[in-house]
């Protein structure tokens, strides 16, 4: 029998599958997630300012589709309106599971980072709206600084916070969550313009019918992706941000294990959707969105201008206070109770950190600012320039904070006396102290020796060597 021939490389060809399987699931995690979102960013920065900028502009703002079916959009609408769908798809996912088997299920676990995320995103729109009103701004733009970015904020912790208690990661978790909500809540009420309420309803229906075949267990991606676009396409032509849809849907998916089976439908999909969303939706969106020019003059405008001098505020001031300080208010005032593993510079860390809000704050400046293309890129740029101060911020903290427990780790595992038991465990004995000067004296007897001999002046039983 002839052997088989071997296969020849196909460049950009479908890869085979145990490296589809492990790109896949690199870009499940938040780190690869959050440094293809930056890479995405600085290129677009990048495009954007070298002369090739008109080719970005020429692309950018390329019209495709069905002009009939009211979907002949720019490609930064389709990236913004199509694309970031599938980030809320997942993000609506997410919420589910925290509502049914996280920490929002316990009322009194949620109490803490809910509380947080609310006031994490009225202390923003507090100080935009104090910023502007004094320099005479618009203040349209109230709701860019209020969002928190999960992927760069997950990233971060992840990268930097090696040693840092598993608490915080759940923490920064629901409080990333439950910011998402409102910001979803924000974005359909406040950046609803005029309703089709004909196609409204449609998208209703669809999002009812999606809600039946679930519930009826009907199986196959043919069935529900179909319907998942058609749903989007109505929910877009109703005036209501088509995001909505994609958040929706995710919420109806079960994510409670019934028995016999592995994952809940949630998580299996999620776990499918999740690399689509990290590895192309939202770095294509920040391509297409990140692109603002920044010369000299535009980066001191940022500095001087109400609108962005109060996104950058609001990122980098309103977010750390608002999350310190709710939290604080509900340790304090309510039976809400700060996880026994975290400290309170903890705390002040993550809420240095959710003053990262990239995607939706680039969202939302592009809703708030529609009629107006220069002041919508001048506040992108302060979105930028706010979330890459909060990082730096958050990450000095962090790697503070992860010394301190690599340090109480190291302690914790010291067993000077070998004797198989960390000696922070058995310092309550009154005989450790004991035995611990015995080792010390001895090992100190023991440097004399080799000290003496290493000299040539080693003493013995025997006399001098």
Same mark, same amino acid.
């Given at each position: 029998?002839?052997?088989?021939? !071997?296969?020849?490389s ?19 995690t938040?780190t690869?997630?959050?440094v ?9 920065? =990048? ?19 069905p ?9 930064q ?10 980030f809320?798809?997942?993000?609506? =996912? ?12 316990? &009322?009194?676990a ?14 923003? *729109? /507090? ?33 930097i916070?090696?040693a840092l ?6 923490? %920064?978790?629901? /409080? ?7 910001a ?13 309420f ?21 199986? +196959?991606?043919?069935?529900?992706? &179909?319907?998942? =676009? ?6 877009? !032509?109703? @005036?209501?941000? #088509?995001t909505? *849809? ?19 439908? @949630?998580?299996?999909i ?5 690399p ?9 969106? #920040? ?8 010369? +000299? +003059?535009a ?6 201008? &109400? ?5 950058? /505020? ?9 999350v ?14 700060? !996880?026994?593993?975290l ?13 990262? @809000? ?6 939302i400046g592009?809703?708030?600012?529609? +009629? ?11 979105v %930028? ?5 909060? *990082?730096? =911020? ?6 503070l904070?992860?010394?301190?427990y ?22 309550? !004995? ?24 290493a000299?040539?002046?080693?003493? @013995?039983?025997?006399g &001098?060597?």
């Amino acid at each position: 029998m002839a052997a088989p021939k !071997n296969r020849r490389s196909v460049f950009l060809g479908r890869l085979p599958l145990p490296e589809r399987n492990y790109l896949a699931e690199a870009l499940r995690t938040e780190t690869v997630g959050g440094v293809l979102l930056l890479v995405a960013a600085v290129a677009a920065l =990048i495009w954007a300012n070298t002369p090739l900028r008109d080719s970005y502009e020429t692309i950018r703002d390329f019209h495709l589709g069905p002009g009939s079916l009211g979907l002949d959009l720019s490609v930064q609408h389709w990236a913004a309106d199509g694309l970031l769908a599938v980030f809320f798809f997942v993000a609506g =996912i997410e919420l589910k599971r925290e509502l049914v088997a996280g920490e929002l299920r316990d &009322p009194k676990a949620a109490a803490l980072p809910v509380i947080a995320a609310i006031c994490g995103m009225a202390a923003p *729109a /507090l100080v935009y709206f104090t910023v502007t009103k004094a320099g005479g701004g618009a203040l349209d733009g109230w709701a860019v600084p209020t969002a928190t970015d999960i992927a760069f904020a997950l990233a971060v912790l992840a990268v930097i916070g090696t040693a840092l208690p598993s608490a915080l990661r759940a923490f %920064l978790l629901t /409080l990333a969550v439950v910011d998402d909500l409102f910001a979803i809540l924000i974005i359909a009420v406040f950046f609803t313009s005029e309703l089709n309420f004909a196609a409204l309803g449609f998208a209703v229906l669809g999002l009812a019918v999606f809600w039946l075949l679930l519930r009826k267990g009907v199986r +196959g991606w043919y069935v529900y992706v &179909p319907l998942a =676009i058609v749903n989007w396409a109505l929910m877009y !032509n109703s @005036g209501v941000h #088509a995001t909505i *849809a994609g958040v929706a849907m995710g919420l109806m998916l079960r994510c409670t294990r019934h028995d016999g089976e592995r994952y809940s439908p @949630g998580e299996h999909i999620e776990h499918i959707v999740r690399p689509l969303s990290a590895g192309l939706a939202v770095p294509l969106f #920040a391509l297409f969105s990140a692109g603002v020019a920044l010369s +000299g +003059g535009a980066l001191s405008d940022v500095f001087r201008k &109400p609108e962005t001098l109060g996104v950058v /505020l609001g990122l980098v001031v309103g977010k750390a206070i608002g999350v310190f300080g709710g939290t604080w208010l509900a340790a304090r005032f309510t039976k809400a109770e700060l !996880n026994p593993d975290l400290e309170w510079p903890d705390v002040l860390a993550v809420a240095s950190l959710a003053g990262i @809000g990239f995607t939706v704050s680039l969202l939302i400046g592009e809703l708030a600012f529609a +009629g107006d293309q220069l002041l919508t890129d001048e506040v992108k740029a302060a979105v %930028l320039i706010g979330s890459l101060i909060a *990082a730096v =911020i958050a990450g000095t903290l962090l790697k503070l904070r992860d010394n301190k427990y690599k340090k109480l780790c190291a302690d914790e595992e010291r067993d000077e006396d070998e004797d198989g038991i960390p000696d922070i465990y058995e310092q309550g !004995n009154p005989d450790y102290h004991l035995r611990m000067a015995a080792i010390h004296e001895a090992k100190a007897a023991e440097h004399r020796r080799l000290a003496e001999v290493a000299s040539g002046h080693t003493t @013995g039983d025997d006399g &001098p060597a």
